[in-house]
């Protein structure tokens, strides 16, 4: 129901680019691809999110693939506060009215000295 | 601005007690979620309301499980009465209307079962 893969763990080498995947091949043409990650006993936190083209912000990179199937997450110069577990979400619009934000398993990042 | 509030932000109850959970989601938004989230897992959708409407309720155990968004502003979510298997993080987020916004999330109460 989550309609996303992605790896469970990841390592970065501190000040180096990280580089997320996400897989989501069966998204419908107006679902938005969102990125949030969560920090040990906080809630989510919004990172950023795209529909077709790639998007920047402060916090990151979104790199989604032509036929969308497919998205990266890029955190340009990882730090150690960077380390978090990763949530690629497509939000769904359900028959229901409004707007479903359905979360998988994530990616968790461990960002190393 | 200040973001969705939560309270309590810890709480122990032993089984079989009742236990409420409280949400003021951040102004003007619509949309209000709860959510639970066990231990090393994401976090599962319970209930979505659009302004006082519960539009999807589907996941929420209604044995045991109401809530309720009185004058679509803030949320109560109440578990009556409470098993082992209810410990986790509860949490609230909010959003406005539309598919091109983020939802907001809380600090979360994590409660513990004992």
């Known amino acids: 129901d989550a309609k996303t893969t992605q790896p469970p763990s990841m390592d970065c080498a501190e000040g180096r680019a990280a580089n997320l995947p996400c897989n989501h091949s069966?998204?419908?043409?107006?679902?938005?691809v969102y990125w949030y990650r969560q920090i040990h006993s906080q809630g989510p936190q919004y990172i950023i999110h795209?529909?077709?083209n790639n998007e920047t912000n402060e916090m990151a990179s979104l790199i989604i693939t032509e036929d969308r199937k497919s998205s990266t997450l890029i955190l340009p110069h990882a730090t150690l506060r960077d380390t978090a577990v990763y949530y690629c979400?497509?939000?769904?619009?359900?028959?229901?009215?409004?707007?479903?934000?359905?979360f998988g398993a994530g990616t968790r990042l461990f960002v190393k000295a | 601005e200040a973001g969705v509030v939560q309270s309590p932000r810890y709480k122990i109850i032993e089984k079989k007690q009742p236990v409420a959970f409280w949400c003021n989601p951040i102004s003007g938004h619509n949309t209000l979620y709860w959510y639970r989230q066990n231990l090393g897992q994401g976090p599962e959708l319970l209930i979505r309301?659009?302004?006082?409407?519960?539009?999807?309720d589907s996941q929420l155990p209604k044995d045991r499980f109401s809530a309720e968004r009185l004058k679509g502003v803030d949320s109560t979510l109440k578990i009556q009465p409470a098993e082992l298997g209810d410990s986790a993080v509860y949490l609230c987020?909010?959003?406005?209307?539309?598919?091109?916004?983020?939802?907001?999330f809380g600090q979360g109460t994590r409660l513990t079962v004992v």
């Open positions: 795209g529909l077709k």
């Open positions: 069966t998204i419908s043409g107006n679902e938005y």
């Open positions: 987020a909010s959003s406005s209307t539309g598919m091109n916004t983020e939802a907001f």
């Open positions: 979400i497509v939000r769904v619009e359900p028959h229901t009215g409004g707007f479903k934000t359905i």
């Open positions: 309301y659009e302004n006082e409407e519960a539009v999807d």
